[in-house]
């Protein structure tokens, strides 16, 4: 399974990236959420109902994940 971050939480993700790669499936994962604005971070998990979903403060983050295979 492909486990990835989404980075960037407005309208882009609203309209298109989050409905269409958080749907249920086997292949792929979102696990986790930036944006340089944190609110929309946390208002944008809320609005996914999704609160498994880390936040990250930086973009940087991402590498520090690590094996999030499991």
Request: with cysteine.
């Amino acid at each position: 399974m492909l486990k990835f971050a989404l980075v960037g939480c407005g309208g882009m993700a609203n309209g298109w990236h989050a409905p269409t790669m958080l749907k249920d499936t086997d292949e792929a994962k979102v696990v986790a959420l930036f944006d340089i604005v944190k609110e929309k971070t946390a208002d944008f998990r809320q609005q996914l109902g999704h609160d498994s979903l880390l936040l990250l403060d930086h973009v940087g983050d991402v590498g520090f994940l690590g094996d999030i295979s499991g």
